[in-house]
Nanobody, 121 residues
């Protein structure tokens, strides 16, 4: 059973960089055929795919966020990390990590429980 767990600060100030880590257990992030995604849900809105890192280490980003988003991984810890720079209150929402067999959509077969991030001064 694959399990994912998000961790990171719940409150970030505007203009700062948000950093979240997803710790994976029960499966390796280097196993071929999987993509490890970051997805968020702003209050009152639907799920939004943000980006992904493949088992190969290749990264993919949602176009409007590409200039502010970076996804990396630490294979020794079986973790992958999201960094979102220059945040604004519009980046407030619940952030999820999820495993999928593709990238580009807010879907996945295994999900973390989600973590609330609020951008406020």
């Amino acid at each position: 059973q694959v399990q994912l767990q998000e961790s990171g600060p719940g409150l970030v100030k505007p203009s700062q960089t948000l950093s979240l880590t997803c710790t994976v257990s029960g499966g390796s992030i280097t196993t071929n055929g999987y993509y490890w995604n970051w997805i968020r849900q702003p209050p009152g809105k639907g799920l939004e795919w943000m980006g992904a890192i493949a088992s190969s280490g290749d990264t993919y980003y949602r176009s409007p966020l590409k200039s502010r988003t970076s996804i990396s991984r630490d294979t020794s810890k079986n973790q992958f990390t999201l960094q979102l720079s220059s945040v604004t209150p519009e980046d407030t929402g619940v952030y999820y990590c999820a495993r999928d067999t593709d990238w580009g959509a807010p879907t996945g077969d295994y999900w973390g429980q989600g973590t609330q991030v609020t951008v406020s001064s």
